[in-house]
C-alpha cells in the first residue's frame, strides 16, 4: 500500500512549554509532503525526528494565530538557504497574504525559489490542491479570527488484478489496462470472463481531516463522514465549557462527538492547554463517547 503517514510535530495550545510544541504536523503522501500549520520551532523539531522537509509540495495553514504561523517566515528563508528550487504554495485564510507578502518581500528577496501565497475563504468548503492520486478540501471552522480546517483524500484508485486468472485465460499485457477500467474479457472460443473474476477491489481511499482551533461544529459532520482519521482539538475538559466557548475552542469530549457522528476510523486529540500536565485526562473524557482516541504527542507517526 502506498504510504499515508502522519507525522506530529506538535501539539500544544497557545504556547510552547518544555512538554509541547505548538501546532504542526506533516503529512507524507506517496513522498509528497504537506505542513499543517508552522508553529515556532518547526525547524529544530523537524531536525530532531529526521524529517526531510526540502521535498514540502505545500504549508497549509489554518489561521494567523502566532502559535500556528511563528515559524513559518524562518522555514520559507531556511529553504532558499537549502537551495530550493521549486516553487512553494502556502495556504490560509485572511490576513495572509497583507501580513506574510511584505516580509516575504524583504527576508526572502533573494530565493532561489516562488513563494505563491493563496488566501482562502473560510466561510465554505473549497476545493485547493489536486493531483492524480490527492485532494485537499478546506473546511470551515469557528475560530475567533478566520479559521479552515484541511481535508486531505485519496482519489479512488482501478481495481487490483488477479495475476491468477491473467495467466489461466492467457489474457495478454496489452488489455490489463482494459480490465482494471472494467471490461470483461472474451476467450477465443466466444465465452466471456466477467470483470469480477480478474480483479478484486481496489482499496477504499484513504483520508485525514485536521481540525483546529474551534469551536464545537457539528455543521463539520457532513464534510468528514467516513474519515478515515480526524484530528480534532480537545483544548480543554468539558468542566471548562464555559472557557471553551468563550475562547472558542472544543473539549475533549466535544471532539469524541464529532468523531462519533461523523463515523471516522479513529480520532487524534491534541492543542491541549498547558494547564494540563497530565493528558490522559482528555483521552479518558473523549473514550467514553469514542473508544478509538488516542493522545497527539511530538514525534508520534500514524500510519493509514
Not at 480546517?149 to 482501478?158: A, V
Not at 492547554?273 to 500514524?302: C, H, M, P, V, W
Request: aromatic fraction near 6%; proline fraction near 7%; charge should be neutral.
Amino acid at each position: 500500500m502506498e504510504k499515508f503517514d502522519i507525522h506530529i510535530i506538535g501539539c500544544g495550545a497557545a504556547l510552547p512549554t518544555p512538554r509541547h510544541l505548538c501546532s504542526t504536523q506533516i503529512v507524507n503522501i506517496r513522498e509528497k509532503l504537506f505542513m499543517l500549520d508552522c508553529a515556532e520551532g518547526t525547524q529544530l523539531a523537524l531536525r530532531q525526528q529526521r524529517l526531510n522537509f526540502s521535498n514540502l509540495q505545500a504549508i497549509l495553514l489554518t489561521h494567523i494565530h502566532g502559535d500556528h504561523v511563528f515559524g513559518l517566515l524562518g522555514m520559507l528563508s531556511t529553504l532558499g538557504l537549502l537551495g530550493r528550487g521549486q516553487e512553494l504554495h502556502v495556504y490560509g485564510p485572511s490576513p495572509l497574504c497583507a501580513l506574510f507578502q511584505p516580509q516575504i518581500d524583504h527576508f526572502c528577496a533573494e530565493s532561489p525559489y516562488s513563494i505563491i501565497l493563496h488566501e482562502i475563504d473560510p466561510r465554505e468548503p473549497h476545493l485547493i490542491y489536486e493531483d492524480r492520486s490527492l485532494t485537499i478540501t478546506s473546511l470551515p471552522l469557528t475560530h475567533r479570527v478566520p479559521c479552515c480546517g484541511y481535508l486531505l483524500k485519496e482519489k479512488p484508485t482501478l481495481p487490483h488484478i488477479r495475476r491468477d486468472a491473467i495467466d489461466f485465460y492467457h489474457i495478454p499485457v496489452s488489455q490489463i489496462n482494459n480490465i482494471k477500467a472494467g471490461l470483461d474479457w472474451t476467450c477465443p472460443d466466444g465465452t466471456v470472463i466477467p470483470n469480477n473474476r480478474l480483479t478484486t477491489p481496489a482499496a477504499p481511499p484513504r483520508s485525514y481531516a485536521y481540525c483546529t482551533d474551534t469551536r464545537f461544529r457539528p455543521q463539520l459532520v457532513p464534510l468528514l463522514q467516513d474519515v478515515t482519521c480526524l484530528y480534532h482539538e480537545a483544548t480543554f475538559l468539558s468542566e471548562q465549557l464555559p472557557l471553551a466557548k468563550k475562547t472558542h475552542h472544543s473539549t475533549a469530549l466535544q471532539a469524541a462527538t464529532i468523531a462519533r457522528d461523523a463515523q471516522a476510523g479513529r480520532l487524534i486529540i491534541g492543542h491541549f492547554s498547558s494547564r494540563y500536565k497530565d493528558e490522559s485526562l482528555l483521552l479518558q473524557e473523549a473514550r467514553q463517547l469514542f473508544a478509538n482516541t488516542i493522545l497527539a504527542e511530538e514525534g508520534l507517526k500514524i500510519s493509514l
